[in-house]
């Protein structure tokens, strides 16, 4: 039985619309769902929407719309979206299905029936924008100021029904401590306990200022506060409150996740106020919240004001000019998912795709199917001369590529995207030194050296092919591109990865086309950013050869 992995991105807020933090997220749990997958395990990849909430409520007011029709809107652009950066999710859920408010309330009311809720008042500021409570001490070291927008908090006096996580303050702490990487990275894990060593206060589970959301079961004039319903729809999109529906049998054995991948700002809810939810509600807990930095732009903080802010059109603009794959390869390489933030300069885009993608990927692919083309009249030579392989200066091809697909594969088992793709791009690398060190293109002037010509060019095409499994979860589109110039077929739906990845896949005698797979960009004052000179850099150091 294969292994199963679920992951999920957080729900976006549809008060908001699409930017590069909704892209990014998306794009990290899109390449480790299609890697899984293509590596043999069951994958359930979840994203979709938060709708309810005060602030839907005030905009829809504001613009003189229904709650749900704004909710219908937005969610609408966010699967838009997701469907122009061919994000291939599983599930998309919205916190408006009907699915999830029955099973929000059939599980806020086992809370309530644990004796893990109390109808309470609370007194004490309020954050807008977040829609989160802060005590005297929190709001005095944040200033009384919101940390994620500036605004000043709002003093509140409500009364509430009441989630008793103060009850959970020896619980979570051992959670932390017998697990160290339920948190990551290291930094934000250590964030967590820095507050947590505070002592926890019972948090609002409910409110009364307004009316879209779920209501409070039992008590239709309280509002389930909207992060703990927006929590639960990683229990609601697989059914854990209707297991044996029909629609959900199959899904609840995903349960728990492998990642919760979410943004650092929204950490506190997800690392402490969840796994304590789930400890009441008896169901094991996720295995890694990962909490990844943010984009700052050319070195400043993103903001609408300073109008630097990378919107869906400006991604747009970049797809259209660079191309969907290299973008998702600078999402996965450049990204911040370490403890500090990245910056998204566009002259570093630039520098990125021309040296990883154009010179490194594009231009071995290139050199090493022309050399085909020109020496063996585009069919894939043999390496094994009178059925001996031969192995050229000392390159074991097959342990190097098995070595890379292990650690390709391990790191991305870890959300280490850049380390994975690195064990791949090494391969590619090796292959342009392995060129630069046997010269085929000088023995291919001596025909005593033909089997040995065969066999370095056979070597070249295959650790190509093999890279090119690895990374095809970040580069889908370019890597089938290459698959077919190589006349080979491959579904990595099938999960037939380490199978594909064993030496020996490419079949003397199948043609073999030269490949162009990034054309240079320009990035002159008077260009358009649209490509420019197709092959040239590989025609010009073919030349050369």
């Known amino acids: 039985m294969s292994q199963r992995t679920y992951i999920t991105t957080p729900i976006y807020y549809v008060n908001d619309k699409p930017h590069i933090g909704h892209a990014y997220t998306t794009t990290v749990c899109d390449i480790y769902a299609r890697f899984m997958r293509f590596a043999g395990r069951e994958v359930f990849f979840l994203t979709g929407t938060d709708e309810h909430g005060l602030k839907v409520e005030t905009s829809a007011a504001d613009r003189g719309i229904t709650p749900q029709a704004l909710a219908d809107e937005n969610a609408a652009e966010f699967r838009s979206a997701m469907s122009m950066l061919q994000l291939e999710f599983d599930d998309f859920i919205r916190t408006t299905d009907l699915d999830h408010v029955r099973q929000v309330q059939a599980f806020v009311t086992r809370l309530r029936e644990a004796g893990a809720v109390y109808l309470g008042e609370f007194e004490g500021w309020y954050d807008e924008g977040q829609e989160e409570y802060h005590t005297e001490t929190q709001a005095r070291e944040l200033d009384y100021k919101s940390p994620i927008n500036g605004r000043p908090l709002v003093r509140a006096r409500e009364k509430n029904y009441y989630f008793r996580l103060s009850s959970f303050q020896e619980k979570l702490e051992k959670l932390f401590e017998d697990h160290p990487d339920f948190v990551r990275p290291p930094a934000r894990r250590n964030e967590v306990l820095g507050r947590l060593r505070e002592g926890l206060a019972d948090v609002p589970m409910s409110r009364t200022n307004f009316s879209w959301g779920v209501a409070m079961p039992g008590d239709p004039e309280h509002v389930i506060y909207v992060w703990i319903d927006a929590l639960m729809n990683y229990i609601t999109a697989l059914g854990l409150g209707e297991p044996e529906s029909d629609r959900y049998s199959a899904r ?25 939810m789930l400890m009441a509600l008896d169901l094991p807990l996720p295995q890694c919240v990962y909490a990844h930095s943010f984009w700052i732009r050319e070195g400043r903080k993103m903001s609408k004001t300073l109008g630097n802010f990378i919107d869906l059109p400006t991604i747009e603009r970049y ?56 020496y063996f009249d585009g069919a894939v030579p043999g390496e094994s001369p009178g059925g001996r392989r031969l192995t050229i200066a000392e390159h074991d091809w097959p342990a190097l590529c098995a070595e890379a697909v292990r650690h390709s594969e391990a790191a991305m088992d870890r959300l280490d995207l850049a380390g994975s793709i690195g064990a791949a791009l090494g391969l590619i690398r090796r292959v342009d030194a392995f060129i630069n060190l046997t010269e085929p293109y000088k023995l291919a002037r001596d025909d005593s050296r033909c089997d040995e010509l065969g066999a370095i060019l056979y070597q070249c095409a295959e650790v ?3 890279a090119s499994l690895l990374l095809w979860p970040v580069m889908p589109g370019k890597c089938e591109e290459l698959w077919q110039a190589m006349e080979i077929q491959i579904d990595p739906r099938a999960g037939r990865l380490h199978e594909l990845a064993e030496w020996g896949g490419l079949a003397q005698g199948q043609g073999i086309r030269k490949t162009a797979l990034f054309p240079r960009v320009d990035r002159s004052p008077s260009g358009d950013g649209s490509p420019s000179g197709g092959d040239a850099a590989c025609a010009a150091r073919l030349s050369s050869d």
Not at 254 to 276: Q, R, S
């Open 252 to 276: 609840s054995r995903y349960w728990p996740p492998a990642y919760h991948v979410i943004g650092k700002e929204i950490l506190w809810f997800h690392a402490v106020i969840w796994p304590a």
């Open 319 to 374: 797809v259209g000019r660079y191309g969907l794959d290299a973008w998702r390869y600078f999402m996965a390489t450049q990204g911040p998912l370490g403890a500090t933030d990245a910056d998204f300069a566009d002259v570093h885009f630039h520098e990125v795709y021309h040296t990883d993608l154009v010179n490194t990927v594009g231009n071995c692919s290139s050199r090493v199917s022309a050399m085909i083309g020109r």
């Open 464 to 466: 190509i092919r093999i």
